[in-house]
């Protein structure tokens, strides 16, 4: 997917449309009635040439200056993201330093609002695309709503089944939506070309300042416009940069920008058409097509958020920051296609909450603008680290052009969270009930190991006691799995004690995730021979990867001849034993412990063979405090 040759630029860049541009295409269907509707507007040629004037450059200084050009900058061998950017920027921040900490702290931040936004856009896009049959009569307007829910349960239903087969149509689909939108909406430019002067920046800001309060809600609706930015950068690792931006500036941003000038064009012309510009625009007998044609648009604009909330999930799994997870390949031949069961069905519960809760698309723009600002936020203030620290840039250059754009994302931020009991309330109570997972399991997870860190014998103290005490060897191979390197396993010592053997080659295995998206295979295995029969072997994986147990020991160069059907695989589980007077609070240690039951088993998350491993537990008291300043690796 990332060659970028000339021959297959086109065709990649035609995919984007489908998986990066999804989001932000179908926003035309509620932008400007969002817009007139936030201070009950007339669609008066004044009112509209502003609002128009404020979509059309936060368009361009949003999408097409700081996401295609200056954030896509910040990739890690190709791939993209806020956790990929946080890592970037955490890179040069000494290990444990407080300074590492924060900017990990503002990656969580921007990721846990992500998660408010892949649980409002599937409700706000279909909403605002099944809203255009009161368009063709008031008495279908009980269905809305119905529908919308059926569309929703039947799209996570799928999830299972996987969508490869029917994603490679995506693409077209998105190049046909598109196309129509650019169409459409020189239909009525022609007619009112006086709606050029849109295109004029002073009568957006003139607005602003004639308005006051009212003109601070207004920048509220106007980001509608600019959602879905944030997937240029996380999806670069699927398609590249240029595929992205050839899709952007030759296709996207002129459908967008003539169909926004198209509905304003409409409105000038008919102004009764206030209440849906978008499906007014169009013949009355093409409403139910169109209907079917942006449910369609939709459902591609969901399933990309869909799609990127299951790659966010899995990559702040193996980041440490949430628990192991249960992830099914859906595709043989395509390693990226994954399903969550446990997250596909929470997110469906709350789409379906939020249509039932909201009702209809306006209703809802300023719960969608406050998850899409505040990520759009937090990605601007981790974006001066990478630009300071691995760019080079002198203080004073990344400092001054990356408070343009954060003055920007917050005065956008600011006008959405205003209207925080409006709806603004949804995402960011996802965002804090997210984030309070992800702090408390990674919190969680340092006292346990610490908890069992004094614990832990040394090989050469263990090699020792092996000479004193000669132990029974068992024929076959023994591979024990520790997240310590240079420690014997509590599983080892516990099959020691209740066994009385050990295995003749005995393989003491960890896997180390990396704040890198990917390791090269090169450099994916490390071992040694500690004598006696015992290997250590570290495996290293990025946080785009899968680990494999199985596949992994047979890369591996051991040095004896490994046989996968006589090996036994060791693994352990702790249960946490609540204990008020902690570092961590009684309900955290709760909810610690609650997560660390529901965390996928090894077998799952590792690809272990189900008949070859056996699983020994520990119950275990956190410690009142961690020693180690909190270290992000």
Same mark, same amino acid.
């Given at each position: 997917?990332?060659?970028?040759?000339?021959?297959?630029?086109?065709?990649?860049?035609?995919?984007?449309?489908?998986?990066?541009f999804?989001?932000?295409?179908?926003?035309?269907?509620?932008? @400007?009635? !969002?817009?007139?509707?936030?201070l009950?507007?007339?669609?008066t040629?004044?009112?509209?040439? !502003?609002?128009l004037?404020?979509?059309?450059?936060a368009?361009?200084?949003i999408?097409?200056?700081?996401? !295609?050009?200056?954030?896509m900058?910040?990739?890690?061998?190709?791939?993209?993201?806020?956790?990929?950017?946080t890592?970037?920027?955490?890179?040069?921040?000494p290990?444990?330093s407080?300074?590492?900490w924060?900017i990990?702290?503002?990656?969580?931040?921007?990721?846990?609002?992500?998660y408010?936004d892949?649980?409002?856009?599937?409700?706000?896009?279909?909403?605002?695309?099944?809203?255009?049959?009161?368009?063709?009569?008031?008495?279908?307007?009980?269905? @809305?709503?119905?529908?919308?829910v059926?569309?929703?349960?039947?799209?996570?239903?799928?999830?299972?089944?996987?969508t490869?087969?029917?994603?490679?149509?995506f693409?077209?689909?998105?190049?046909?939506?598109?196309l129509?939108?650019?169409?459409?909406?020189?239909v009525?430019?022609?007619?009112?070309?006086?709606?050029?002067?849109a295109?004029?920046?002073?009568?957006?800001?003139?607005?602003?300042?004639?308005?006051?309060?009212?003109?601070?809600?207004?920048?509220?609706?106007?980001?509608?416009?600019?959602?879905?930015?944030?997937?240029?950068?996380?999806?670069?690792?699927?398609?590249?940069?240029?595929?992205?931006r050839l899709?952007w &500036?030759?296709? @996207?941003?002129?459908?967008?920008?003539?169909?926004?000038?198209? /509905?304003?064009?409409?409105?000038?012309?008919?102004?009764?058409?206030?209440?849906?510009?978008?499906?007014?625009?169009?013949?009355?007998?093409?409403?139910?097509p169109?209907?079917?044609?942006?449910?369609i648009?939709?459902?591609?604009?969901?399933?990309?958020?869909?799609?990127? !909330?299951?790659?966010?999930?899995? /990559?702040?799994?193996?980041?440490?920051?949430?628990?192991?997870?249960?992830?099914?390949?859906?595709?043989?031949?395509?390693?990226? /296609?994954? &399903?969550?069961?446990?997250?596909?069905?929470?997110?469906?519960?709350?789409?379906?909450?939020?249509?039932?809760?909201?009702?209809?698309?306006?209703?809802?723009?300023?719960?969608?603008?406050?998850?899409?600002?505040?990520?759009?936020?937090? +990605?601007?203030?981790?974006?001066?680290?990478?630009?300071?620290?691995?760019?080079?840039?002198p203080?004073?250059?990344?400092?001054?052009?990356?408070?343009?754009?954060?003055?920007?994302?917050?005065?956008?931020f600011?006008?959405?969270?205003?209207?925080?009991?409006?709806?603004?309330?949804?995402?960011?109570?996802?965002?804090?009930?997210v984030?309070t997972?992800?702090?408390?399991?990674r919190?969680?997870?340092?006292?346990l190991?610490?908890?069992?860190a004094?614990? +832990?014998?040394?090989?050469?103290?263990?090699?020792?006691?092996?000479?004193?005490?000669?132990i029974?060897?068992?024929?076959? +191979?023994?591979?024990f799995l520790?997240v310590?390197?240079?420690?014997?396993?509590?599983?080892?010592l516990?099959?020691?004690?209740?066994?009385?053997?050990?295995?003749?080659?005995v393989?003491?295995l960890?896997?180390q995730?990396?704040?890198?998206?990917?390791?090269?295979?090169?450099?994916?295995?490390?071992?040694?021979?500690?004598?006696?029969?015992?290997?250590?072997?570290?495996?290293?994986?990025?946080?785009?990867?899968?680990?494999?147990?199985?596949?992994?020991?047979?890369a591996?160069?051991?040095p004896?001849?490994?046989?996968?059907?006589d090996t036994?695989?060791?693994?352990?589980?702790?249960?946490?034993?609540?204990?008020?007077?902690?570092?961590?609070?009684?309900?955290?240690?709760?909810?610690?412990? @609650?997560?660390?039951?529901?965390?996928a088993?090894a077998?799952?998350?590792?690809?272990?063979?189900?008949?070859?491993?056996?699983?020994?537990?520990d119950?275990?008291?956190?410690?009142?405090?961690?020693h /180690?300043?909190?270290?992000?690796?």
């Open positions: 997917m990332k060659d970028e040759s000339k021959a297959a630029l086109p065709w990649l860049a035609m995919a984007t449309l489908g998986v990066v999804g989001d932000i295409g179908t926003s035309p269907l509620y932008t @400007v009635s !969002a817009c007139l509707s936030a009950s507007l007339s669609a040629p004044a009112h509209l040439f !502003a609002i004037s404020l979509i059309l450059w368009l361009i200084l999408v097409a200056v700081k996401y !295609a050009w200056f954030v900058r910040a990739d890690e061998h190709g791939e993209g993201g806020i956790m990929v950017l890592a970037l920027a955490a890179r040069a921040k290990e444990g407080r300074g590492r924060l990990f702290a503002l990656g969580l931040l921007g990721a846990s609002l992500f408010g892949g649980a409002v856009t599937p409700a706000i896009s279909v909403l605002s695309a099944l809203q255009g049959m009161e368009v063709a009569s008031t008495r279908l307007t009980p269905f @809305v709503v119905p529908l919308s059926g569309i929703i349960v039947g799209l996570f239903w799928i999830q299972r089944r996987g490869g087969t029917i994603s490679r149509l693409g077209p689909a998105m190049l046909a939506w598109f129509l939108l650019l169409t459409s909406g020189l009525w430019v022609v007619q009112s070309p006086s709606v050029l002067n295109l004029n920046p002073w009568l957006g800001l003139h607005m602003l300042m004639h308005h006051g309060v009212g003109g601070f809600t207004i920048l509220g609706a106007v980001v509608l416009a600019v959602t879905g930015a944030e997937a240029l950068y996380a999806d670069m690792g699927h398609f590249g940069g240029r595929p992205i899709a &500036y030759f296709v @996207v941003l002129p459908a967008l920008a003539f169909n926004y000038l198209g /509905q304003g064009a409409l409105l000038i012309l008919h102004p009764a058409a206030i209440k849906n510009p978008f499906f007014e625009m169009f013949p009355h007998w093409a409403t139910i169109m209907v079917v044609v942006s449910g648009a939709t459902v591609i604009a969901s399933q990309s958020i869909i799609t990127g !909330a299951y790659s966010a999930t899995r /990559q702040a799994s193996m980041l440490g920051y949430l628990p192991r997870l249960t992830i099914r390949h859906t595709s043989a031949a395509e390693r990226g /296609q994954i &399903y969550l069961p446990g997250l596909n069905w929470i997110l469906m519960i709350s789409v379906i909450l939020i249509i039932l809760a909201f009702k209809s698309s306006n209703a809802l723009s300023f719960a969608y603008g406050t998850a899409v600002t505040g990520t759009m936020l937090f +990605t601007t203030i981790l974006i001066f680290f990478v630009a300071r620290e691995n760019w080079r840039w203080t004073w250059k990344a400092g001054l052009f990356c408070s343009f754009f954060a003055l920007l994302d917050g005065v956008f600011g006008a959405n969270i205003s209207k925080f009991v409006d709806g603004g309330w949804v995402p960011v109570s996802i965002g804090i009930v984030f997972l992800m702090s408390t399991w919190r969680g997870r340092k006292l190991s610490q908890a069992l004094p614990s +832990t014998l040394s090989i050469p103290d263990f090699l020792g006691m092996m000479a004193v005490s000669p029974n060897r068992v024929a076959g +191979t023994a591979v520790t310590r390197v240079g420690g014997i396993p509590h599983t080892l516990h099959n020691l004690k209740h066994n009385k053997v050990l295995h003749e080659r393989i003491i960890t896997i995730f990396e704040s890198t998206p990917r390791v090269p295979r090169a450099e994916r295995t490390t071992i040694r021979d500690y004598g006696e029969g015992i290997y250590g072997l570290t495996a290293r994986y990025g946080f785009m990867e899968q680990p494999d147990i199985p596949e992994v020991l047979g591996a160069e051991l004896f001849h490994w046989n996968p059907a036994t695989y060791f693994v352990s589980r702790q249960h946490i034993l609540p204990a008020a007077g902690g570092s961590l609070s009684l309900w955290r240690q709760r909810l610690f412990a @609650v997560m660390l039951k529901a965390s088993t077998i799952d998350f590792f690809r272990l063979p189900a008949n070859q491993v056996m699983e020994l537990g119950i275990v008291e956190l410690p009142q405090q961690i /180690q300043p909190p270290s992000d690796s």
